[in-house]
């Protein structure tokens, strides 16, 4: 029997915790000369998977990234950063951050679509490594987990395992609002937030979607974001004044970029979350007083005003009711362009936009225990993230709801904090035994989500008929494995997480659900997007380096039916976008009046105008043929002449896209 196990040897290894398990993993780890070096290569590698990797291998996506773009590119072209321009019209739509960050991208690395998304990306890596941080240093658990910490040290005993490290309790430092000395376990909950946290935070659908795109609410999430954080950590500080101003300081500089990212909402939202914090914590006025409020409006209104003051000085009430009125208070009061949704709208956003963890978000946000206000205000103050995070998110997500004006890229800037919440909860679970009851329960929803979504993966070719602008699209998505793929990772990470959750180590489910959806991100989603853009944006960039080679001096470019501003960008040239067909033949009729008179124009359309219109063969030249579109080049002389009778062009068809 000496090769049986001992007893207590095998109740020792049956109780062993998942957090022992990395505990032991990370000792092996710091014992590296280069340890102290890891969580940089977790946040670097985290960023470069979920942000950087391919962000130049996709065209610019119509119908909003080339706005940005192009404006972009104008400041650094006619050397104006006060006024956005887009296609020769002021764009006021957002405030000038996004361009400027961009132009300068462009002067360094060219104008590409690397250097249009590159900010985005930056501003996801800040916002990730900021969430290391602040987890790493403040994420504590639970009310009822720290109050049996505190219990532990304020007990005779002390944690043998504990005692005479560096990490041992220390009584005597311990004082009302301050965090007590730190043991072993409790280390170990920290390092577990800030790892898996910087995870959740990166790697969620909509936090790479929209750090892939050049434009402004990553840039918005990643300030305001960062500025909250800020707060949080000055706020972590109520005796060591020195540190604390500092990061109320950098809380104000972040806040005015934000504001310079998107408008009010950057000041607006931050002042929601952070009075509806103080509220409920009871200590409001305490802590405005140190806040040094004087000083930091003199910070934010030296970094925001003069950029506002110059450009209304500019433009005056041009540019305050489109901005002001048209952007911001419009769009919260009224029903802009169409962007409506019904209340329970961004419910289904978190849960899409936030996999792999959403389905664990309830969970981890009823854990908190938010009702019961006086265990969470008797809490030192650097144990009070879980329930700031839960205010941040809640804000935001009750703001937008009330707005009527609804888009998915308004969640975006709660994401850090449903990746901090998410954090904790499996901060807490791993340090247990055994998981939770609500743990399992959650866990059998999530497997059967991951079966859902293989099914839906398995179909999702089908949903990608009756585009006419890629009429192709699902024969060649179908024709590649990519969904096959996917469908095997989703089902993989089912069983995976089943097996897990029988063997009662559902603990270990944020691991399986992080694997399969970074392979699912690499195999799947990146080459489907590769596919998708080949079908859908590479035609138009095709025909834009067209025209760049083809055209003639003060020769017009038109598109006629539809609107995509990405010719605009790849083309570097003004183009007429006109959308009925009697407004075509006007402005064709139009053209010749002019002085000195065109001879001919560019036209770009689908193929159908070949055969519908009324062109005659010479009345026209194919110039070159890309997916769906032609670019045309038309003889305004003979138009002119056949023109007489107003029956010689018929665009109808073009306008039929």
């Known amino acids: 029997m000496a090769g049986i196990m001992p007893k207590g040897k095998f109740m020792a290894l049956r109780c062993d915790t998942p957090s022992d398990q990395f505990q032991r993993l990370v000792k092996r780890f710091d014992a590296v000369p ?17 942000f950087l990797w391919n962000l130049g291998a996709l065209h610019l996506v119509d119908e909003t990234e080339p706005l940005f773009a192009e404006a972009a590119r104008q400041m650094t072209v006619t050397g104006d950063w006060l006024t956005p321009y887009f296609n020769g019209e002021t764009r006021f739509d957002k405030p000038p951050l996004i361009y400027w960050l961009m132009a300068i991208a462009y002067q360094t690395l060219g104008v590409n679509e690397f250097a249009a998304r590159l900010p985005s990306a930056l501003a996801a890596i800040a916002l990730t490594a900021m969430g290391f941080y602040t987890l790493r240093n403040f994420g504590f658990p639970t009310p009822s987990a720290i109050a049996a910490k505190q219990e532990r ?23 009302v609002g301050e965090t007590p000395a730190l043991g072993s376990r409790t280390t170990m909950q920290l390092r577990l937030a800030a790892w898996i946290g910087a995870a959740a935070i990166a790697l969620n659908v909509q936090t790479i979607a929209w750090a892939r795109v050049g434009v402004s609410d990553m840039l918005l999430s990643g300030c305001m974001g960062t500025a909250l954080m800020a707060f949080f950590c000055g706020y972590a500080h ?39 914090f103080l509220l409920y914590c009871g200590n409001l006025w305490v802590v405005l007083r140190e806040m040094r409020l004087v000083l930091g409006g003199i910070i934010f209104l030296g970094i925001t005003l003069p950029w506002y003051m110059l450009i209304i000085r500019e433009h005056g009430q041009t540019y305050i009711e489109n901005f002001f ?13 169409n962007h409506s949704a019904p209340w329970y709208f961004y419910f289904l956003v978190v849960l899409i936009g936030f996999i792999p963890w959403s389905i664990f978000l309830p969970l981890a946000i009823a854990r908190l225990r938010f009702w019961r206000r006086r265990d969470w205000q008797h809490q030192a103050r650097s144990a009070q993230l879980g329930i700031f995070a839960f205010i941040w998110f809640a804000v935001i997500f009750l703001f937008f709801s009330i707005s009527v004006t609804k888009l998915p890229s308004y969640t975006i800037p709660l994401l850090p904090a449903a990746g901090m919440l ?13 998981p939770s009851r609500g743990l399992q329960i959650s ?10 979504i293989a099914g839906a993966t398995a179909y999702g070719a089908n949903w990608m008929e009756g585009d006419p602008a890629t009429p192709n699209l699902s024969t060649i998505v179908r024709q590649s494995s990519v969904l096959s793929i996917g469908t095997v990772v989703w089902l993989i ?24 959806f970074v392979m699912f991100f690499v195999l799947t989603l990146m080459p489907l997007l590769m596919i998708t853009d080949s079908q859908r944006q590479e035609p138009l960039y095709e025909l834009s380096q067209t025209i760049q080679q083809v055209q003639a001096p003060d020769e017009e470019i038109l598109m006629v039916g539809f609107k995509k501003p990405s010719v605009v960008f790849y083309t570097e040239e003004p183009v007429t976008f006109i959308y009925s067909p009697n407004e075509a033949i006007a402005h064709l009729r139009d053209t010749l009046d002019r002085t000195p008179k065109p001879t001919s124009a560019l036209m770009i359309g689908t193929a159908d105008i070949l055969e519908e219109s009324r062109l005659k063969p010479r009345q026209y030249g194919v110039i070159s043929e890309a997916g769906v579109y032609r670019l045309i080049r038309i003889d305004l002389g003979r138009i002119g002449r056949k023109q007489r009778d107003s029956s010689a062009l018929d665009l109808n068809s073009l306008y039929s896209l």
Not at 34 to 46: E, T
Not at 494 to 516: D, K, M, P, T
Request: glycine fraction near 10%; include cysteine; charge should be positive.
């Open 34 to 50: 280069a340890a102290r070096f890891l969580p940089v290569l977790w946040i670097l590698g985290l960023g470069w998977l979920a």
């Open 153 to 175: 040290l304020d007990s005779p005993k002390q944690d043998e395992s504990a005692e005479g490290s560096a990490d041992a309790p220390n009584r005597s430092e311990y004082s």
């Open 238 to 276: 109520p005796h060591q004044r020195s540190c604390q101003t500092k990061w109320y300081l950098a809380f104000y500089v972040l806040m005015a970029l934000a504001v310079l990212a998107k408008g009010p909402v950057g000041i607006v939202i931050p002042g929601l979350i952070i009075g509806a």
């Open 325 to 337: 009125g048209y952007h911001n208070v419009e769009r919260f009061t009224q029903v802009v362009n």
């Open 422 to 434: 998410v954090a904790l909860l499996w901060s807490d679970q791993m340090t247990r035994p055994h």
């Open 443 to 452: 866990g059998g929803v999530n497997v059967g989500i991951w079966v859902a």
């Open 493 to 516: 990470t089912a069983i995976g997480s089943a097996i897990w959750i029988w063997q009662r180590r559902s603990q270990w489910l944020w691991l399986v659900n992080l694997v399969g």
